[in-house]
């Protein structure tokens, strides 16, 4: 009766049914998840714990898992149904129905301010941004990328940064890419809302998961964010913004303030920041691909060539490697770190899988 662990990057996530306590409803499945130790982390986290962000959001913010204490274990509910992706895959259009629940999940989290978040945060108050202070947000999102991405993992890397073609000065090209954003009122971001954290149950309602990396900031990021992740047609892309506007100036007016000039360089910034995810992860991901398949380093090396290439302007990049160029980059990796230790392939294993939840719930 105990599904697990599933697959994930930052958890380890066992899932059970419990009765229901009045005795008379079916059995609901539950999460238990325990942190993963010693992984790399690529994004800023702002909240100590998904769980009590949860709890101070129930009643305020619809589709988002219910969470229940077994005596001090914090439980969330497992939500049954089938990932976005799963049903519509990135690139291709989402039905009306669900952009529908997608826009009104922006519009909820729009209604919440900075003071309107109860649960604890990681981040010294001296850390945080000034309410508006756009410019501010986004700089501590780059220096993040450029100090916890980049430096901290520079040594063990370097090999493949240098195939790649990035180095320390990109971070000063991209940081003049990204000065003077017009001020939006801050409220609560997901900011990592994409078709695998996107659940349709069986009845056609969208549910929210994995608010693993929720922050409170510039509500613009958040798109910016969803755009680049989700990767719609362009059409419907421009769709999703104006109603993501229209959506989030209904509760917070001012949220949309200078969205033409601020979103390509929100965009610009996205496309940077996933050249070094990106790399890192597909090195983690080949140190448990088999040895003997080469077409595992050239699919791997032309997905890195497209990161490349759509990062090259926001980087200052005056040529992008070729395809082989990166499969010699990503071979001479491999093989300095082949004997890599039980804990690193373990991490590459949750590295290659990605995500918390499998590809259906």
């Known amino acids: 009766m105990v599904v697990g662990p599933l697959t994930g990057y930052h958890h380890e996530t066992y899932v059970f049914p419990l009765p229901d306590p009045t005795g008379t409803g079916p059995q609901v499945r539950w999460k238990c998840r325990e942190p993963r130790r010693g992984l790399l982390w690529f994004d800023r986290r702002c909240f ?20 229940i204490r077994a005596g001090s274990t914090p439980l969330q509910r497992f939500v049954e149904g089938t990932t976005l992706g799963t049903l519509h895959e990135a690139g291709s259009a989402v039905p009306d129905q669900l952009t529908d629940q997608i826009v009104d999940r922006f519009r909820q989290l729009a209604a919440l301010g900075v003071g309107d978040v109860r649960a604890r945060r990681r981040c010294r108050p001296e850390d945080r941004p000034a309410d508006g202070d756009t410019t501010g947000f986004l700089d501590r999102l780059l220096l993040f990328t450029e100090r916890r991405v980049y430096r901290h993992n520079s040594k063990r890397f370097d090999t493949l940064f240098r195939g790649l073609g990035v180095d320390a000065p990109c971070f000063d090209r991209l940081r003049l890419r990204l000065r ?72 917070r007016p001012g949220a949309s303030r200078g969205w033409e000039d601020d979103l390509p360089k929100l965009l610009a910034y996205k496309r ?59 071979t001479r ?23 918390d939840v499998p590809a259906v719930q």
Not at 48 to 67: A, D, M, Y
Not at 335 to 354: I, K, L
């Open 180 to 251: 003077d954003l017009t001020p939006r009122p801050f409220c609560l971001l997901h900011a990592d809302l994409h078709r695998e954290n996107l659940i349709v149950d069986p009845y056609g309602g969208l549910w929210t998961i994995d608010w693993e990396l929720a922050m409170v900031g510039d509500p613009l990021y958040d798109l910016a964010t969803h755009l680049h992740l989700m990767r719609y047609p362009a059409a419907q892309g421009e769709e999703m913004t104006a109603r993501w506007r229209e959506a989030v100036e209904s509760v």
């Open 333 to 355: 990796w491999y093989w300095e770190h082949r004997e890599s230790p039980v804990g690193a392939r373990a991490e590459a294993r949750a590295a290659r899988a990605g995500t």
């Open 48 to 67: 100590v714990s998904e769980e009590l962000l949860l709890r101070s959001l129930q009643g305020r913010v619809t589709g988002i898992p219910e969470i």
């Open 272 to 330: 940077a920041q996933s050249v070094f995810t990106d790399a890192i992860r597909a090195c983690l991901s080949l140190e448990t691909a088999p040895d003997d398949d080469p077409d595992t380093y050239d699919h791997t090396a032309v997905q890195l060539y497209h990161v490349l290439t759509a990062a090259a302007d926001p980087l200052g990049l005056e040529a992008v490697p070729s395809p082989r160029d990166i499969t010699s980059a990503l």
